[in-house]
């Protein structure tokens, strides 16, 4: 094929070449000329584009002020960089939260509990409709889940809810409602109810780790704490066992995260101002006896610490109470803060994500293995 004058290259050898190339410069290049441009959009360069940036590349950062802007931070050759996301919103958009991402797609909220499925690298967006199974906002609790189910090559939304049982709207449903949007279909549907009680004092969004979106929750009818994991190509819950010395009716009120990869579980055993957690890591999935333990020890905080990604094999990036972002140095055991220009002062969410040039608008385009 040629692309250039006067040259000839294989499409392997362009394809071999491009996907070592960051998203926004293939985004440029598929300017250049329609064979370029048709290269650069097959399916096969995509697959080979993301898995080459997954591996290679640090994860990223999503941040969304209280001025309700987002901004990405880039970790790269010891240096931080951030970058102001700008994508055409609609004057009533106000964005609260950041609620997962899976394979370079980010879902966001808005305050009417509209989501949104974007990639900050491309900017490509999609405004997901309002689910017909949705519960009035008003007396009703919401948690969301953001994943990729591998076997039918589909990107899920999971939306667990229920009614506040405190309140006078519907005292008595406790169901936890579950509703589930498939962006290859493009529509919703209401599947059985949860198993478990997942009324837990914080509203986490599900962890995606293996195909399943993970949620701790209490096991009825002894109300055991349990991680339920939603495997989203059966879409059924199955259980994952948690590390044998913590307390089984407490640890439902720590944390869920992934960090390398890895389903992790943060437990700070304080209430009020702290300044230690534990992070469990499971480094074989579903093996109970691959869970293994570090420190981040000497940060002050008074709601949560949260660890959010690894920058070097020894430094991992932890969020201090929406207030600020600092850098824990688990070999030295330093902390310093993450200064980084144009974020000031505390922030709504954030959340990780992988460079990808995966689109919300036709994920069927991309495929990845299991």
């Given at each position: 094929?040629?692309?250039?004058?006067?040259?000839?290259?294989p499409?392997?050898?362009?394809?071999?070449?491009?996907?070592?190339?960051?998203?926004?410069?293939?985004?440029?290049?598929r300017?250049?000329?329609?064979?370029?441009?048709?290269?650069?959009s097959?399916k096969?360069?995509?697959?080979?584009?993301f898995?080459?940036?997954?591996?290679?590349?640090?994860?990223?950062l999503?941040?969304?002020?209280?001025?309700?802007?987002?901004?990405?931070?880039?970790?790269?050759?010891?240096g931080?960089?951030?970058n102001?996301?700008?994508?055409?919103?609609?004057?009533?958009?106000?964005?609260?939260?950041?609620?997962?991402?899976?394979?370079?797609?980010?879902?966001?909220?808005?305050?009417?509990?509209?989501?949104?499925?974007?990639?900050?690298?491309?900017?490509?967006?999609?405004?997901?409709?309002?689910?017909?199974?949705?519960?009035?906002p008003?007396g009703?609790?919401s948690?969301?889940?953001?994943?990729?189910?591998?076997?039918?090559?589909?990107?899920?939304?999971?939306?667990?809810?229920?009614y506040?049982?405190?309140?006078?709207?519907?005292?008595?449903?406790?169901?936890?409602?579950?509703?589930?949007?498939?962006?290859?279909?493009?529509?919703?549907k209401?599947i059985?109810?949860?198993?478990?009680?997942?009324?837990?004092?914080?509203?986490?969004?599900?962890?995606?780790?293996?195909?399943?979106?993970?949620?701790?929750?209490s096991?009825?009818?002894?109300?055991?704490?349990?991680?339920?994991?939603?495997?989203?190509?059966?879409?059924?819950?199955?259980?994952?066992?948690?590390?044998?010395?913590?307390?089984?009716d407490?640890?439902?009120?720590?944390?869920?995260?992934?960090?390398?990869?890895?389903?992790?579980?943060?437990?700070?055993?304080?209430?009020?101002?702290?300044?230690r957690?534990?992070?469990w890591?499971?480094?074989?999935?579903?093996v109970?006896?691959?869970?293994?333990?570090?420190?981040?020890?000497?940060?002050?905080?008074?709601?949560?610490?949260k660890?959010?990604?690894?920058?070097?094999?020894?430094?991992?990036?932890?969020?201090?109470?929406?207030?600020?972002?600092?850098?824990?140095?688990?070999?030295?055991?330093?902390?310093?803060?993450?200064?980084?220009?144009?974020?000031?002062?505390r922030?709504?969410?954030?959340?990780?994500?992988?460079?990808?040039?995966?689109?919300?608008?036709?994920?069927?385009?991309?495929?990845?293995?299991?």
């Amino acid at each position: 094929m040629s692309i250039f004058n006067g040259g000839y290259l294989p499409e392997e050898l362009l394809i071999n070449i491009f996907c070592r190339l960051p998203a926004k410069s293939i985004g440029q290049l598929r300017c250049v000329s329609n064979p370029l441009n048709s290269i650069l959009s097959n399916k096969q360069f995509l697959k080979s584009h993301f898995t080459r940036i997954h591996f290679q590349e640090p994860e990223k950062l999503i941040l969304l002020s209280n001025s309700h802007s987002f901004h990405t931070i880039t970790f790269k050759n010891n240096g931080v960089f951030s970058n102001s996301i700008i994508f055409q919103q609609t004057p009533s958009d106000q964005f609260v939260d950041i609620c997962g991402s899976c394979n370079g797609l980010v879902l966001i909220l808005n305050k009417d509990d509209t989501i949104v499925v974007i990639n900050p690298i491309t900017l490509d967006f999609k405004k997901i409709p309002n689910s017909p199974f949705a519960l009035d906002p008003i007396g009703s609790f919401s948690m969301y889940g953001f994943g990729y189910d591998y076997v039918n090559d589909d990107y899920k939304i999971v939306v667990i809810s229920r009614y506040d049982h405190d309140n006078e709207y519907e005292p008595d449903v406790l169901d936890m409602f579950m509703d589930i949007y498939s962006l290859k279909i493009g529509s919703w549907k209401r599947i059985k109810s949860s198993p478990y009680d997942h009324a837990v004092p914080e509203l986490a969004s599900g962890v995606f780790v293996n195909g399943a979106l993970h949620w701790l929750a209490s096991k009825k009818p002894d109300y055991v704490s349990v991680i339920g994991a939603f495997v989203l190509s059966d879409e059924e819950f199955v259980e994952v066992p948690a590390p044998k010395s913590l307390d089984k009716d407490k640890f439902v009120f720590n944390k869920l995260v992934v960090l390398k990869g890895c389903l992790c579980m943060v437990v700070d055993n304080l209430e009020g101002y702290g300044n230690r957690i534990d992070v469990w890591m499971m480094k074989k999935y579903g093996v109970e006896e691959s869970w293994t333990k570090f420190c981040v020890d000497g940060i002050d905080f008074y709601d949560f610490l949260k660890p959010l990604c690894f920058i070097r094999d020894d430094e991992v990036v932890v969020n201090v109470d929406g207030e600020k972002l600092m850098v824990y140095n688990l070999e030295e055991e330093i902390s310093r803060d993450l200064e980084v220009d144009g974020i000031l002062g505390r922030f709504d969410s954030v959340g990780t994500f992988v460079e990808s040039l995966v689109s919300p608008v036709d994920p069927n385009l991309f495929e990845t293995e299991a």
